[in-house]
């Protein structure tokens, strides 16, 4: 069998807190599949951004390790990007859109001849085009995201790592970025570990859902989702697979 391009092997994370020992997750073993689109809900407070980070090479786990490409993930690589939900403070005011994307391209040494050909196409994979000389603070938090989003793929990146990237926005914007990301998600074959609170939004988007539960964060189920691409925001979401998907997950919610 083929390696898998991203992997939990047996991760705990503890802190130490006025003297007192809190376990934030335990045991956690996942093994992720190239081109594959994985969801993780639970209850707050379970350690999925805690998970996240530590898969991103951003936080040392206690114990375990993550692996990328069978290697052990111990710092932040630019083949893992990392998507926020804070899209605000994730751009640089102080650059345009254009110009934002752009520092994806300057991490890598890319030359700047080359700019324009490669930042062009992501705007308009992401309705951009028009806004590529404007600043953050001119842009719907829609586009904000959409602006994120396009510099992390201007890394060029095995796996995008993305942390509630549509949580702080309004209904209609979510559901219109969740179509379109998936779109370029299975255009360009990417892989994607997406952590969400909305347990809608992990069916809908995922391959695969990842229940954790909590005290401490462990896996409590794994479903895969058997439901056809491309997904339609009303027939996917009134499809009974769909409804029972949700009763099925929603029980490692609704006991915590």
Not at 65 to 85: H, K, N
Not at 161 to 177: C, H, K, N, V, Y
Not at 186 to 197: I, Q, Y
Not at 203 to 211: M, Q, S, T
Request: proline fraction near 5%.
């Amino acid at each position: 069998m083929a390696l898998p391009i991203l992997e939990a092997r047996d991760i705990a994370i503890a802190f130490d807190a006025a003297g007192v020992k809190r376990i934030v997750l335990e045991g956690v073993n996942v093994a992720i599949n190239e081109h594959e689109f994985v969801c993780v809900v639970g209850p707050s407070g379970c350690g999925k951004t805690t998970l996240l980070r530590v898969m991103a090479g951003l936080l040392p786990a206690s114990s375990g390790e993550a692996r990328f490409q069978g290697r052990r993930v111990d710092e932040p690589q630019t083949e893992l990007a990392i998507v926020f939900q804070d899209y605000g403070r994730a751009l640089l005011p102080w650059r345009t859109v254009a110009g934002n994307v752009a520092l994806a391209l300057e991490a890598r040494g890319t030359p700047k001849s080359e700019y324009a050909t490669r930042i062009t196409p992501l705007l308009e994979k992401l309705n951009l085009v028009e806004h590529a000389g404007k600043f953050p603070s001119q842009l719907s938090g829609g586009m904000q995201q959409r602006v994120q989003i396009a510099r992390c793929l201007a890394q060029e990146p095995a796996v995008l790592l993305m942390d509630e990237p549509f949580g702080a926005l309004d209904a209609i914007t979510r559901q219109s970025l969740q179509d379109e990301f998936a779109r370029i998600v299975a255009a360009e074959g990417r892989t994607v570990l997406f952590v969400t609170h909305d347990l809608e939004e992990a069916i809908y988007l995922g391959d695969r859902v990842i229940a954790l539960a909590s005290n401490p964060g462990r896996i409590a189920e794994i479903v895969d989702i058997d439901l056809p691409r491309p997904r339609d925001q009303l027939s996917t979401r009134e499809d009974g697979r769909f409804l029972d998907y949700r009763h099925r997950l929603f029980r490692h919610l609704g006991n915590h």
